[in-house]
Every structure is written in C-alpha cells, then in structure tokens.
C-alpha cells in the first residue's frame, strides 16, 4: 500500500513540467486567437494605442452590426450556408451509396476502385482545376453555387466513402438479411437499416465535409466572382483588405465567420477530432 | 446451335426471373450504387486531368483553339526563373513541415499522454486553430504580425531590435513568416493524431516496460514509437504531398510576393492561368506538381507491398 502511494506521488510530482510545458503550448495556440476576439470589441482609435491587448477604454459591441452590414452578411451567410448544407447533402447521398456498395454489394473491382481514389485524392487540385474552370465556363457553373458544389462533392465524396465503409462493415450481416428476406431492396436496406444504425458515422461525415466547405478558399476564390455569389471565405478576404487599418471592424467580421465552428465545434468535439484524424490513422 | 434451345426450352419463367435477378444483383445493381461518385469524378477530375495532360503540350490562352507546342511548356519550366523560385520554395516548405510541426506534434503527444486532468482541455485547445478557417488565421497574424502596429515594434521597444523585420514585407524571412502561420494552425491537429494513434498500443507493453524498470524516455522510445510508426510514416508521405500544393496561407498572406519571394507551385498555377492566360503553361505545371505526388503514392504503396502497416 505504501508502495503504491509513494509512487503514485512520484508520479503526480515527475508530471509538473509536463504541465508547464503543454500551458504554454497552450497559450501559443490561444494567445493569438484571443487577439482577434479583443480586437473585434475595441473602438478604432484604441486599436492604433493597443493592437494586441484586451479593450481597456470600454467595448464597442457595434462593430458586429457595422460589420454585417459592411461586409453585406446577410448575401455572403446565405452564400455559405447553400455552399454548405448542399455539400453536406450531397456527400451523404453520394458517399453513403458508395459506401453501401463497397461494403455489402461486391463491386467487381473495390479493390482497384479504392487504389484509385486514394490516388486521386493525393493529386493536386492544380492538376485538374484549369480545365475544369474553362469546362465550368462553358457550362454557365462557374459564379454559380451549384458549380462549387459539385466539385465538392467530388473532392470530398472519397474520403466520405471510406469513413461510413469502416462503419458498414462493422455491421453483422444477420442484421440486414433479415430485411431482405421479408423481400426489401437494397436501396430499402441500406435507407431503413444501415443508414439509421451507422447515423454517428453520417454525422461525422456531415461535419467534416460541412467545415470543410465552410472554411474552403482555393475553389471559392477560383471560380465565384461575383460579389452575388461570393461565400464568406473569399469575400471576407476582400473585406479585410478594403478596411486595411479598421481592424474593429475587419476582426468582428472574421469573429463572425468563425463563431459558428467554433461553437458546434466545442459542442461536438469528439466527432469533429475523430472525422478530422480518421484519415491519418490507418490500421 | 441445338444446345441453347434446349435450355431455351427447360428454362422455366421462374428459373429466368432467377437469373434475371441474380445478374441484377450481381453486375448492375453495385454500379448503380457507384454510379454518382464514379461519374462526379470522371467529370469533375479525371477528364480536366486528362484535360491538362493533353493542355501541357499546347500554347492556349483560354479562348480559341489550342496550339500544339510539343515540349516547350516543359523546356520553359527547366529555364523559368520564377518556377526555379517556387520549386525551391516548396522544397524548403517540404524540409520545414518535415521537422517542425511533426517535431511538436510527438513532443505535445508525448507531454500529454500520462496526464489525466484537464487533459481534454489541452487536446481542445491544440485542435482550435485547426478548425479555423485559413482566411480569419491569416488576418489574425497578418495584424499581429504588421510591420507597424504589431509584436515586431512593439518588442524592438523592449530592447528585441532584431524584432523590428516586415515579416511578410521581407524577401528574406517572408516564407518563414507564412510557414510558421501554417505550422501554428497544423501542429496541434498532429498532437491529436499521435494522440489517438497511441490509443491502440496495448497497454501491457506499458506495464511490461514499467515493470523492467524503464526511464519515461525509454517507455516513449521503445514502446511508444513503434506503436504510431504507422501513422508517423503517414503524416511524413501526406506532408510531403500537401508540402507541394500548399496555396491557402501563400496567398492570403502575401500573393506569392515581394517579388516572388514567397511564391510556391500552386500560386504560380494559379498566376499562369488566371492572371496572364498561359493556361498550356498552368496546366504543364499542374502536371509536374503531379509527378511529385504520383511519386510519394508510390512510394506508400510500395511500403505496404512490403508488409509495412502504413
């Protein structure tokens, strides 16, 4: 007993510059994100005195409204929010129906087809993207919503696939042939008792791909260039750089870009970390 | 000729339906199922791959036909100055997020594996800058950062003159600049990484270790490490991919500028096409950034051949 206590103490007290250590890894994470949330608050005139520090001469809550306002969020929300939620739906249909292949319905192939998509999502994007702007032209989808999506859908389907796969096969197969003997298609098993059982692996899939289109700036800027059309990536990035020295204004537009994710994000922490490592841990 | 009349004959409608069902089942159904993300991939990217491909051997502005120019594109490439600057330029980001990030996320990793209080606070803060947009990261450094109302003067005042640098305005620190702006975003994603990859070592090669009496180095380097070499060895291959495609932080941050001081392979695509039509030269590029990747995916698959987890 006493052995155990004493080296349960040894351990506690070998353990502190660990701590020391990963708090300031912490403020370095955090200190220059709470730059911005400062900022965001401060009048413009106590910016030029305090660039980097907490607001000291009162909190100016208007540059929030000002920046909406400013910024035109009420178009560039909308914007992201079709980018989005049409991504994320698009992807579970998709990803869910390859995924539902791959695992149960043996595609002649899976094999192959998955070398070939590992592959593909390892190219660059500059690879294909040239022609595919000037394709896009043609077809009226560039400065068009619909056209960002569906490359996304592409870019972002792959990875989507292998993830709810990993969750399909987990699944014993006695459950579904149950289904199919009481005569249900497969379409009908995999939408009544596939889909509901695997919804954790739908809702990592909805959240990854969602941030993913949220945050997306190589497409978005490439091929929306209407101010109409522009989603809060790209057109933040031309705020910021019309109100060059406002930094009250520019922070309270970026803090509202990035309020969203951050809250869904401390919401649902674990899914988010899980979707976002699965692709580097293959066992 | 007699035979197939013969099954003709004793094939029943129900044996027919069977088959019927069963080549359904067998050949069509599983395509109908791949069908969206085969054909999205086929328009979206293999074509305009292809596209490039064929794009690489032209002179093209965009507009009209193409014309063929053979291997000129190529032979370009080898004499650009700005291309030398930006494959050298990649390289370097390459060396770079080799050492540093992977070199913090093991440390980070490592530093918080034994820790049990508050240890999913410090994993949530690490994550954070991760799932921020690469636009609101770069402006939240590029002000701190500014060459007048940032850390730099601001320290300099301190007695830190060396501080005092236009960290995106200087040729000589601006890719280091935007390098550390990234890796300040990346790194914490690589503590959760290791993180979790340590999550399936079997705790009782820990308890073996501790009971021969090994140092905590000895527990890491021995037990540890070999545990997430699968995933080290991915974070290396992918680092090495995404080294040579990264765009977002070069962009946001200074345009490839001053002077092409900072320009990358990507920017230059992007330059090429969108800002001065040499959409035969843009696409040459594209396709040579593409060897590097095709190389390093070959490069894995060869490790798994050789039974190498990865």
């Known amino acids: 007993m006493t052995v155990f206590v004493r080296r349960r103490s040894q351990r506690t007290v070998s353990l502190v510059p660990n701590y020391i250590i990963l708090t300031a890894l912490v403020l370095f994470s955090l200190l220059p994100l709470s730059t911005l949330v400062f900022n965001s608050l401060k009048k413009d005139t106590e910016v030029g005195r305090n ?3 907490p607001p000291v001469s009162g909190i100016r809550w208007q540059n929030y409204p000002d920046a909406w306002r400013d910024g035109h969020f009420s178009i560039t929300m909308r914007n992201s929010a079709i980018l989005t939620f049409g991504t994320i739906a698009g992807v579970l249909v998709i990803a869910g129906l390859a995924a539902y292949a791959l695992a149960r319905l043996h595609v002649p192939g899976a094999d192959l087809l998955t070398l ?6 390892s190219m660059p994007a500059q690879l294909f993207m040239v022609p595919l702007f000037f394709m896009w032209t043609k077809l009226g989808l560039t400065d068009n919503l619909l056209g960002v999506i569906i490359i996304y859908w592409a870019t972002m389907s792959p990875f989507a696939t292998f993830l709810l796969r990993s969750y399909m096969v987990a699944i014993p197969q006695d459950f579904e042939d149950a289904a199919r003997v009481d005569g249900a298609s497969e379409w009908q098993v995999l939408r009544h008792v596939i889909a509901p059982i695997t919804w954790p692996g739908f809702l990592t899939v909805a959240l990854v791909t969602g941030l993913g289109a949220w945050n997306e700036f190589l497409f978005a800027v490439t091929f929306l260039h209407r101010d109409e059309v522009k989603p809060i990536s790209t057109s933040l990035y031309a705020f910021v750089s019309r109100y060059g020295r406002e930094w009250g204004l520019t922070s309270a537009a970026a803090m509202m870009m990035v309020l969203p994710v951050i809250v869904l994000f401390l919401l649902l922490q674990r899914q988010f970390i899980e979707g976002l490592t699965q692709g580097g841990l293959r066992a | 000729m007699g035979v197939p009349a013969v099954q003709m004959a004793r094939a029943t409608p129900q044996a027919v339906a069977q088959r019927r069902a069963r080549l359904w089942r067998k050949a069509i159904l599983p395509w109908l199922f791949m069908a969206p993300i085969l054909i999205l991939n086929v328009v979206v990217i293999l074509g305009p791959s292809i596209g490039s491909a064929f794009f690489a051997f032209t002179e093209w502005s965009g507009l009209g036909a193409p014309k063929w120019v053979g291997l000129a594109n190529f032979q370009r490439m080898l004499t650009d100055r700005v291309y030398r600057i930006a494959f050298t330029n990649n390289v370097k980001w390459t060396l770079i997020f080799l050492t540093v990030p992977i070199a913090m996320g093991l440390l980070g990793s490592a530093l918080l594996a034994p820790i049990k209080r508050f240890a999913m606070f410090y994993r949530v803060a690490y994550f954070l800058p ?20 940032g850390i730099g003067p601001l320290l300099a005042e301190r007695g830190l003159e060396f501080m005092n640098v ?11 600049s935007i390098a550390f702006v990234d890796n300040w975003h990346w790194w914490g994603f690589l503590v959760v990484l290791y993180l979790a990859a340590m999550q399936a070592i079997d705790p009782e090669l820990y308890e073996a270790a501790r009971l021969e009496g090994a140092s905590r180095w000895q527990e890491w380097r021995y037990v540890t490490l070999p545990g997430i070499l699968p995933t080290l060895v991915f974070t290396i291959l992918m680092t090495i991919i995404w080294s040579f495609l990264v765009f977002d932080y070069i962009y946001l941050l200074t345009q490839g500028g001053p002077a092409h001081a900072s320009e990358v392979l990507a920017t230059e695509v992007f330059n090429s096409a969108f800002f001065r039509f040499e959409v035969g030269y843009a696409a040459a590029i594209g396709v040579s950034m593409s060897f590097i990747a095709a190389m390093v995916v070959t490069g894995f698959i060869l490790l798994r051949r050789r039974g190498w987890q990865v």
Request: proline share 5%.
């Open chain 1, 116 to 121: 070939y998509f590992i592959v593909g999502t």
């Open chain 2, 166 to 176: 236009a960290f995106f305005g200087n040729r000589h620190v601006v890719l280091y």
């Open chain 2, 130 to 149: 991760y799932v921020i947009a690469s636009v609101v990261n770069a402006q939240i450094w590029r002000n701190i950062l500014h060459p007048t109302m």
């Open chain 1, 51 to 53: 660039p980097l520090g």
